[in-house]
Structures are given as C-alpha cells and as structure tokens.
C-alpha cells in the first residue's frame, strides 16, 4: 500500500497520469468499499488541491453522503436533483463549468464553483454511488478529468 502520494507535475493530464498507479497501489487488495472511497477521496484532494471530493451513495430512493475531504455537505439527495442526482438518473458523468446555471443545482457551500459528477457502477451496470468534485474556480473540470476519474473509479473494489 501506498504511504503517500507524491506529484512531481503541474499539468493536469500528467498528475493524472502520476496518480492512476500510486492510487492503483493504495486501493489493491482492499476489497471495502468505504475504506477505499475514503482513500481515493484523500489521493485525489492531495493531488489536486480542490475545495471538495467525495461520494454519495445509493441508498433506497436518494444519495447519502459517503467519505469526502473539505467542507461540509449536503447529507441527502433525490434521485434527479442537483447535479449528483442528475448523474444517478441519466447514468452518466456530469460537468458543469459553472454551478450558477445549471438548473437546480444544490448548492452545499458557497465556495463551490464547478463540478464533475462520475457514476460507479456495478456489474449489473446499476448506480450504486456517484464521485462528486467541486472547484472554487469556474471551468475547472473537461473531458480530460472525465476520462481519468471514469478510469480511476473503476480501481474502487466493493
């Protein structure tokens, strides 16, 4: 297991291309998956240095807050609302370059400015939790953030 994540880069595509093993080391063998979303949450807010990381996930009829790093959130939230619940009911990753207009956006703080949701699923293709990523900066999140964290959460064992 990985004792640290060490990122020798600025750009964003290489960080990515730096953190996929070190992440890929930290969460093999460990097959729970809170103790692997908690993990990810960490490697990934030490890499990048964002506002906010973390998991909701699929209990029932709504999304309840998982392991995350930064400000506190929101605990719940409906299937089709906000940009996570969204994501649960279209099944499919979300950016979102401004909060601000995007239609009924929850806003859990302030601070948040953009955001990338990315579903995980299981072997039956159901949600079972989605990764949220919020900025403090507008047009943080592209297709290249899209690509590696659709790989990455795939290295989450449950």
């Not at 506190?72 to 939230?77: D, F, L």
Request: with cysteine; proline share 3%; hydrophobic share 40%.
């Amino acid at each position: 297991m990985a004792e640290q994540i060490i990122i020798n880069t600025s750009d964003k595509e290489s960080i990515y291309k730096e953190l996929m093993p070190q992440l890929r080391a930290l969460l093999e063998g460990e097959n729970d998956l809170i103790a692997n979303m908690a993990n990810f949450c960490g490697a990934y807010k030490e890499a990048f240095h964002i506002l906010w990381v973390g998991f909701y996930v699929v209990k029932g009829n709504e999304l309840v807050l998982g392991p995350y790093q930064g400000p506190i959130a929101c605990t719940r939230i409906q299937k089709g609302k906000g940009v996570c619940g969204t994501s649960w009911k279209k099944k499919e990753t979300i950016i979102v370059p401004d909060v601000d207009a995007f239609e009924g956006h929850i806003s859990c703080s302030s601070l948040s400015k953009s955001e990338i949701v990315v579903p995980l699923f299981n072997k039956k293709k159901e949600v079972i939790a989605v990764l949220d990523i919020d900025s403090s900066e507008m047009n943080t999140f592209d297709t290249t953030d899209q690509k590696f964290l659709e790989e990455m959460v795939q290295l989450i064992r449950f």
